[in-house]
């Protein structure tokens, strides 16, 4: 049984509410798989397809915490910032009128969130039922991983209001990219980047992803933030049945994972790689799980004869798929437009890779961290150029050198036991939270 007084009461402030149906809910769950339930509350916008929530105890943020709450209602279903664009627009299954209605209204709600337009239209103004709510739980500490202007000001309230220390999970570099595109960037950022001295200020305990990213913020901001890998448990892989349907000799190459952030391209590439030179002859396919199809990414592949689409994977289901596949596909976008915001990012798909115990290709430019953490600990053939020749040939490499193959996989067992260790993870991640409500 937990000793619960070693679990601080938390209150999670983050837009997805922890569940096993996306990247960033899983990445949570992990973290907090030990913490008794009656010690834990979230506080979301976009609600999971989970039976079963997380977090029992659990408070959404929606339209009585907006202003203009009744259209805020109307328009979107919840504040999650990228909803719209996040639904799947199957290119086969719509008519062509429907599929371009919803395109543009997709782009036009996408312009306004990436421009802050949105959350300044539908200002935060917590409601009085949600401060009962969470006075009536008791938190010892405020968990946050903000991401919006919303969400950095629900914080800032809480934290008021409340009285309690806070802590500030760091996924992605929104903090350094967040409204410094479009038209409202000339008098939105420097509103924003007061918001955001003023989280880390209050924040006592500031949490990333890893140290490329913790680096670079004592650099930018002269604040600490503590190392905290994803992570998961080595038995789910090990004891795991592989899943495969192709024959022995079809070499199966599987990706898993969001098309979003130009990801998408890196599969035309693979796809374009294999279909030239000596792979074009070679019984080669690949395997794309995904639960979202852009619009354009779908009509690209529509001609990708050597390519299957499949419906996103359960949590459950990850293991034994990974390991049905003979090399896994992990790219990054060469597109400028977005590196800036993954740059100090690693991506959530690399853990799980490495435990599969399947060969890894990492395909995207250099200086991106996934793409450097690859290189420094080799738990990945990488590839950091737009090169098809070159990606052709990392393919062939994994084929042919089953030497180095092994070397790859021993690589990434080692790395992944070192840094992505469920155990040794929660302990490090829990006595950061422990310390963090011990400050005032």
């Known amino acids: 049984m937990q000793n619960q007084p070693s679990y601080p009461r938390v209150l999670v402030v983050s837009r997805a509410e922890i ?25 979301y916008s976009f609600p999971s397809a989970s039976k079963e929530p997380f977090c029992p105890i659990r408070y959404e943020f929606g339209a009585d915490d907006r202003q203009f709450g009744n259209l805020f209602a109307r328009t979107k279903r919840s504040s999650f910032g990228t909803a719209f664009r996040q639904q799947s627009i199957q290119h086969s299954a719509d008519a062509w009128l429907k599929r371009k209605l919803r395109g543009i209204k997709c782009s036009t709600i996408d312009s306004l969130v990436k421009t802050g337009l949105w959350e300044l239209l539908f200002w935060t103004r917590p409601s009085q039922r949600m401060t009962e709510w969470c006075l009536q739980f008791k938190p010892d500490l ?16 809480l934290k008021s209001a409340l009285n309690i220390p806070m ?18 960037a000339h008098f939105l950022r420097p509103f924003v980047e007061k918001k955001i001295n003023r989280l880390l200020s209050d924040s006592s305990v500031c949490l990333s992803t890893g140290p490329l990213m913790s680096g670079e913020y004592m650099r930018r901001y002269g604040k600490h933030f ?20 192709d024959p022995s000799s079809r070499f199966v190459i599987v990706y898993s994972g969001s098309l979003y952030l130009g990801r998408w391209k890196g599969l035309l590439d693979l796809h374009s790689a294999i279909s030239q030179g000596s792979l074009a002859n070679e019984d080669i396919l690949i395997k794309v799980y995904t639960g979202h199809i852009p619009l354009e990414a779908g009509e690209a592949f529509a001609s990708c ?23 896994l596909f992990l790219p990054e976008s060469f597109e400028a437009k977005y590196q800036d915001y ?93 310390k963090c409500a011990n400050r005032q």
């Open 19 to 43: 569940s096993d149906a996306d990247s960033s809910g899983i990445s949570r769950g992990r973290w907090f798989a030990d913490w008794p339930k009656d010690r834990i509350a979230q506080i």
């Open 142 to 157: 405020i968990y946050t991983t903000c991401t919006d202007l919303s969400y950095i000001e629900l914080s800032l309230y």
């Open 167 to 184: 802590s500030l999970q760091v996924d992605d570099d929104w903090l350094g990219t967040l409204y410094t595109k479009g038209l409202s």
């Open 226 to 245: 503590e190392s905290i890998y994803l992570c998961d448990d080595f038995r789910r892989f090990d004891e795991a049945p592989s899943i495969r349907s």
């Open 305 to 327: 004869n050597r390519m299957q689409i499949f419906p996103g994977l359960s949590d459950s289901q990850v293991p034994g798929v990974l390991k049905g596949a003979d090399m």
């Open 342 to 434: 993954i740059r100090f990012s690693i991506s959530s798909k690399a853990h799980i890779y490495m435990m599969s115990g399947r060969p890894i290709i990492v395909y995207g430019p250099s200086g991106m961290s996934v793409i450097e953490y690859a290189r420094d600990e080799g738990w990945a053939l990488v590839v950091d150029r737009r090169d098809l020749r070159g990606l052709g040939a990392a393919i062939q490499n994994i084929r042919r050198d089953k030497s180095y193959s092994i070397e790859i996989l021993q690589k990434a067992r080692t790395v992944a036991e070192k840094n992505h260790n469920a155990e040794k993870v929660r302990n490090h991640f829990k006595n950061n939270l422990r």
